[in-house]
């Protein structure tokens, strides 16, 4: 299966070059956050970090739920696919979202003051997802324009500000750290990147003149089935903080927390780089050649699914050098429960995928069963494995929640995409992901540690790294999911960056 290309110009090129503006700014972003991170788990004890983790997760619970609205990938393929209404479109869908988060808002100051947390601090929180580039609220709204072209640089680089900001205000606050000083620090990091995007789009996206009550509806309703999973898909990724507190107390939560904050971006990097990358094209090209699009949405899922078990297999084997030195030992005692989370991220990716692929083949329906599978999962599992096994319970649910997950996600797309997601296709990825997953735990050593590391030991890890690249990208080219001319391609891509 190839990527074939239109009028204007390579689409795997294009694709491939967006993708890596994206993901290059998530690397960087990650390893400034990954600095921040360090002080603040070193400084909290894991009370306190179970606190800003339980009233971060409050505060998205609500927000992400009803400001989200599952409007994302519906405003990105209607601008995609009718660019002369771009103005209309986000001008509408910027205050239909301002609406919804200023009704969260009210929501999310009852919740905060029922559960004994800090008002101020889950406030700011909304504040901050209503600003911030990673919650996809106001500023992504900013964004669309740009991304519905394929056009990540700016977004890109406001992102890695954002992250540079946050870590130096962690750095000069750190012998001071609460979790209320955390938060503040999110919030005043998000705002330079904000003010420059509204004055960037000079108001073209912002105009109450340009808003339109019919596209308003006309939103929401294409929304309105997305809604549904969105409620579900949240519940599925916070209610597991939840079942910790209740079985084993806010300690056992702040070790939960220390491995969503610090690998759970690691997880969603690499698909919504090539999500946000790809499924403007897609859209695109579904109104054109419906058949091409489809080639191209499987050629890059499969793409994904090789780039995240490298990414997975380079992380499983620094992470004990990641865990000592990002949480200064504090968490070392937990690794097990790091390395288990990490191994969820090649099914994540595929889950994600897909979730943004339904919205642009305008299957949102899709959505509500793959939620209604995530969330019957996690309870399930949840409550079979976290009374016994605490924190780790939920990684382990986590992961087996992933996997039926991505399984009813590829069924849910093979009625879309036809033969192109074959029970062949299904076949060769699990192989490559047990392959991959065994050959990367045998090269692993979970003993090593920062004060043991000589020039020796360095040129071990060094070698173990480089097996299991070579090695994953090699059973990958044997199963048939990578090839020569997708190499041809990542150069062309290299080469318009």
């Excluded at 927000?63 to 001008?91: K, Y």
């Excluded at 969105?230 to 056992?252: M, N, P, Q, W, Y």
Aim: with cysteine.
């Amino acid at each position: 299966m190839t990527f074939q290309d239109t009028k204007s110009g390579s689409v795997s090129a294009r694709v491939i070059t967006a993708s890596l503006w994206v993901f290059g700014s998530q690397i960087v972003t990650l390893l400034l956050v990954f600095v921040a991170q360090r002080l603040i788990l070193s400084t909290l004890d894991p009370a306190s970090n179970g606190t800003l983790f339980l009233e971060r997760r409050l505060t998205e619970v609500v927000v992400g739920i009803l400001a989200d609205f599952g409007m994302n990938g519906i405003v990105v393929r209607r601008v995609a696919q009718q660019p002369e209404r771009a103005g209309q479109i986000l001008a509408s869908a910027f205050y239909v979202r301002l609406g919804l988060w200023s009704v969260c808002t009210i929501a999310v100051a009852v919740a905060g003051f029922a559960s004994q947390l800090a008002l101020s601090d889950v406030l700011l929180w909304a504040f901050y997802m209503l600003i911030a580039s990673r919650s996809a609220l106001l500023r992504y709204t900013l964004e669309t324009r740009l991304r519905a072209m394929s056009d990540f640089r700016l977004p890109s680089l406001l992102a890695v500000a954002d992250a540079l900001i946050f870590a130096a205000l962690i750095t000069f606050w750190r012998e001071s750290l609460t979790p209320s000083l955390v938060i503040q620090a999110f919030v005043v990091s998000a705002i330079p990147g904000f003010v420059i995007l509204m004055v960037v789009d000079r108001g073209r996206s912002t105009s109450w003149t340009a808003a339109s009550r019919t596209e308003m509806r006309a939103i929401i309703s294409e929304a309105l089935p997305v809604v549904a999973a969105t409620v579900l898909i949240a519940v599925h990724d916070k209610v597991d903080a939840f079942l910790v507190e209740s079985f084993s107390g806010r300690a056992d939560v702040g070790v939960l927390g220390a491995a969503y904050t610090t690998l759970g971006p690691l997880l969603a990097v690499i698909p919504m780089a090539v999500s946000y990358a790809a499924m403007p094209d897609v859209a695109r090209l579904l109104t054109s050649d419906e058949s091409k699009g489809l080639d191209v949405a499987v050629g890059v899922m499969k793409h994904l699914l090789v780039i995240s078990l490298v990414v997975t297999s380079v992380a499983t084997i620094l992470m004990p050098l990641f865990v000592d030195v990002v949480t200064k030992g504090r968490y070392l005692d937990a690794l097990d429960l790091f390395v288990w989370f990490v191994w969820s991220a090649p099914f994540v990716a595929i889950l994600v995928y897909a979730q943004e692929l339904s919205v642009a083949l305008r299957r949102q329906g899709n959505l509500l069963y793959i939620a209604a599978a995530l969330v019957l999962s996690t309870l399930g599992f949840g409550l079979l494995l976290i009374p016994s096994m605490s924190s780790l319970g939920a990684v382990v649910a986590k992961i087996i929640t992933s996997v039926v997950g991505a399984v009813v996600s590829l069924g849910m797309l093979r009625a879309s995409l036809g033969m192109r997601i074959s029970v062949l296709f299904a076949l060769r990825c699990l192989a490559l992901t047990v392959a991959a997953a065994g050959m990367t735990l045998w090269l692993a050593d979970p003993s090593v540690r920062m004060s043991g590391v000589t020039l020796e030991v360095a040129a071990t890890i060094l070698l173990r790294l480089t097996g299991a690249i070579v090695g994953v990208t090699a059973c990958a080219m044997i199963f048939g999911l990578v090839t020569r001319h997708d190499v041809l391609r990542l150069r062309k891509g290299l080469a318009g960056i």
